[in-house]
């Protein structure tokens, strides 16, 4: 017989973990299990293994509402971030709720039903089964776990030395001693080239043109104080805040006053790497602050190997490989035994699953999303989409509190089915996402869109998202129940 859970969780990182924990703690009487493709829990953090791995954002921000973060350390290493996960899922007894080695690969909706009809493939069998469920709840990331973007570049094959994609980084990739190129001028590329630069002969970050940087403590003395003075949760609820705080002050002084925002940014690079460097070809952007994400570097490790020599900038373009290392349109040729493609990520929404609701598909860039979360007329579904100017968790924590919200108002109410509407004349589509970074735009024709009014907006604003998430009515109007 096909097995029915009320709900049906999709991905077990750091959204699949925070759904769990509100639908334990919200929905007591929801029968619900977690699918992950997978074979262990951790999505992100368990999936990237390159040197340095560690959070962008502050880990008072990126941890559970529910579950302080009480390392000293606010900007961690991948490895203390999986622990944590690990942690959160076996003291709350989520990690009982997970099944690994499950792909979803489809999801039929019935409304004779009131059901999803949700195909799975078992990489541990190699076989497909069936699970029925009330409501569908996608938490699994937005990008593609099975590869990032990686270019196709002219003399590839001729290269003799090792390409790699941090995504694809193994164990076994040997930098030691040895001369690197690191293509790219993300996150990914200035937590790399610090980090290899400790062992490598030289490291140079390769870009075709500069990203916005800043420096940060990877220890918040603040956090530290208080969890000394404080008990923890609280302690971690007013360094929450004041991070959030931090963070909202700075986008919206980003938008209001780009050119002194602009300003202010260079400068902090220009005293980090002296008045001799030239900041003005490798880390002075053409767009303005938060069209793109910033990039966090802790401590100012970057700067500081850049400062020892250990590694450098050059920002050109690619002619193509050759067989000793990298030749530039500058006529410059780079030399290369390890060349690292940190090129970016291949975004891949509803993790490729194919939706049908009575018969008709949906595909992403056709619909709407409500609240950020949900899809106009796709019932009983929802999707768990962090920031993109803040921390995920954020995002993800106030998405899981809502759908348990939401379930709860259908339980007392004894509906099956909800089902966003848009009827508004005046509400016009725009893009889901306002951000110019390049993962972005490559997938942009796959996303679904944004309304121009609430609730079909989407803010980026974790103050608003609260009123509208956690305090607004279930029952709106939008909404239809039945």
Request: glycine share 8%; net charge neutral.
């Amino acid at each position: 017989m096909t097995e029915h859970l009320d709900v049906l969780v999709v991905g077990a990182g750091l959204s699949g973990i925070g759904a769990a924990y509100y639908l334990k703690e919200r929905c007591p009487g929801h029968r619900f299990a977690i699918l992950e493709a997978r074979h262990t829990l951790g999505g992100t953090w368990d999936l990237f293994r390159y040197p340095g791995v560690r959070s962008d954002s502050d880990m008072h921000t990126l941890g559970f509402a529910f579950r302080p973060w009480e390392d000293q350390k606010a900007i961690a290493d991948g490895p203390a971030i999986l622990k944590y996960l690990h942690e959160t899922a076996a003291e709350n007894g989520i990690d009982q709720h997970i099944r690994y080695h499950r792909k979803v690969t489809s999801a039929k909706w019935s409304s004779a039903t009131n059901r999803w009809t949700v195909t799975v493939f078992r990489s541990d069998e190699d076989r497909e089964e069936e699970i029925t469920c009330s409501f569908l709840f996608m938490c699994s990331g937005y990008y593609d776990y099975a590869g990032g973007h990686a270019p196709d570049f002219d003399g590839q094959d001729d290269f003799q030395g090792e390409i790699v994609h941090p995504q694809k980084w193994a164990d076994d990739v040997a930098y030691e001693g040895k001369r690197v190129v690191v293509i790219g001028s993300g996150a990914t590329a200035m937590t790399l080239v610090p980090e290899l630069a400790k062992k490598a002969a030289h490291v140079t970050m390769l870009q075709r043109s500069p990203t916005y940087v800043v420096s940060k403590p990877a220890e918040d003395a603040i956090a530290n104080r208080l969890r000394k003075r404080l008990p923890a949760k609280l302690a971690y609820g007013i360094t929450r805040w004041k991070n959030v705080g931090i963070g909202m002050f700075g986008f919206s002084a980003s938008r209001r006053l780009p050119k002194q925002v602009k300003k202010l940014m260079i400068k902090g690079v220009r005293e980090a790497l002296g008045p001799d460097y030239d900041v003005e070809k490798h880390f002075t952007p053409r767009y303005n602050p938060w069209d793109q994400r910033v990039c966090l570097v802790p401590d100012g490790d970057l700067f500081k190997a850049i400062r020892s020599g250990d590694a450098s900038v050059v920002t050109d373009h690619i002619d193509r490989f050759t067989k000793d290392g990298i030749l530039l349109k500058s006529g410059e040729e780079l030399p290369a035994d390890l060349i690292v493609t940190a090129t970016g990520l291949r975004l891949l929404f509803l993790s490729g699953m194919t939706v049908h609701v009575d018969g008709q598909e949906v595909k992403p860039a056709d619909t709407m999303t409500y609240k950020a979360m949900m899809f106009r007329d796709v019932p009983n579904m929802a999707v768990s989409f962090g920031y993109t100017n803040a921390s995920w968790t954020l995002k993800s924590d106030l998405t899981g509190e809502y759908v348990a919200r939401l379930l709860g108002h259908m339980k007392r109410n004894q509906y099956l089915r909800c089902t966003p509407r848009q009827n508004d004349p005046d509400v016009h589509e725009i893009p889901f996402l306002d951000f110019s970074s390049g993962y972005v735009t490559r997938a942009s024709a796959n996303l679904p869109k944004q309304g121009s009014k609430v609730p079909w907006r989407l803010d980026q604003n974790y103050a608003l998202d609260i009123l509208n998430l956690r305090y607004s009515k279930v029952d709106d109007g939008i909404m239809e129940f039945r």
